[in-house]
């Protein structure tokens, strides 16, 4: 055992990757064993420095190197309008669209009370102290995400929003871009149906 | 750009590994910064040992991380047998099966005149040193690939072999298990039907 050592815990080690089982663990170690030694060197410089550098923003909780994130330094990004996302990864999709220009909260998970996750767990005293130390926030844009915990935390935020007199606005709902009504499910379908728009 | 650059880079680095693209590597960097520092650390010291002390076995070119491989030490193996095959990840499927109690020889890769792989790239040369060298050799299992170069590969090398009057034999061809006749493509079913075994 002691020969193979190294390899098979480079194997057990990529397995703590999320989606990574064992046969890719393996086909993966091998792959940098046998062809791409210097990626493996790599990877484990850039996993060291991030495991001790990347830290969270302590204005917008996103993850960064410095104190505050980059969109938060930004004096080009609108103040008035405060996005509040669930994790670092739904921030990181909205801001590809490049359609936002605002500010970001991430409030690192969801409300879930059955799992024991309440407001202290996640971020939520921390965003209605970063909207009352600003002063300026005039719209809040819910982006959790459009499952049981991310709708219960829109929910409880747009109440607790709206009693503050701020605007609380959420993503749309509706039909996927690209996809076929056949294969929609039909909660969407509903949705998309309500929510129907005036054609330009 | 700085103040994200570590998680940038993890995620540029994640993609060195096979199979794993943007999302894929966006996913797993988010998942160690937010849930597994640990992992990270872990990920990057296996990683770091491995590309450094993982070498080839002087004697089959398995991976080991000590001159000779644990399997080329053990005594209990049947040095008259020998599995050639194309990839220490083959030879790793092959021990898992508890099947075999012979010795290996790996290729690294296979015959490609196409792609410039010739008899000099794959240890082919290698190969016919160690048989002659060790002369105990009677039965030469050639458990190449089931591809085009696998299996010009197997005819090069049991040629050659037979030259020297030595046993050739190569890993059955046939329908796999579990799978129905339906949906098992028609060259496999062709070679089954040849090589049918009369039932016990």
Redesign the interface.
């Known amino acids: 055992?002691?020969?193979?050592?190294?390899?098979d815990?480079?194997i057990?080690?990529?397995r703590?990757?999320?989606?990574?089982g064992e046969k890719?663990a393996?086909?993966?170690?091998?792959?940098?064993?046998?062809h791409?030694?210097a990626?493996?060197?790599?990877?484990?410089?850039?996993?060291?420095?991030?495991?001790q550098?990347?830290q969270h923003c302590v204005r917008c909780y996103a993850?960064?190197?410095?104190t505050?994130?980059?969109t938060c330094?930004d004096p080009s990004r609108d103040a008035s309008r405060l996005c509040v996302v669930e994790?670092?990864?739904d921030q990181?999709a909205i801001e590809r669209t490049q359609s936002y220009k605002g500010l970001y909260f991430v409030l690192?998970g969801a409300l879930s009370p059955l799992n024991g996750i309440g407001p202290q767990e996640v971020g939520v005293k921390r965003l209605f102290e970063r909207v009352e130390h600003d002063g300026v926030v005039k719209e809040v844009i819910l982006a959790t995400n459009f499952t049981a915990e991310g709708e219960a935390t829109a929910h409880v935020l747009s109440q607790a929003f709206k009693k503050r007199g701020i605007e609380v606005t959420r993503l749309a709902r509706g039909v996927p871009l690209g996809s076929e009504l056949e294969y929609v499910d039909l909660g969407t379908i509903a949705h998309a149906m309500v929510d129907r728009k005036s054609t330009p």
Chains 1, 2 share one sequence.
Do not use: K, N
């Open positions: 055992m002691t020969s193979l050592h190294a390899l815990a480079l057990v080690a990529l703590r990757l999320p989606g990574v890719s393996s086909r993966m170690a091998h792959h940098l064993m046998q791409d030694r990626g493996a060197q790599l990877l484990s410089q850039a996993l060291a420095h991030a495991a550098s990347v993850f960064t190197s410095a505050l994130c980059e330094l994790t670092p990864a990181t690192m």
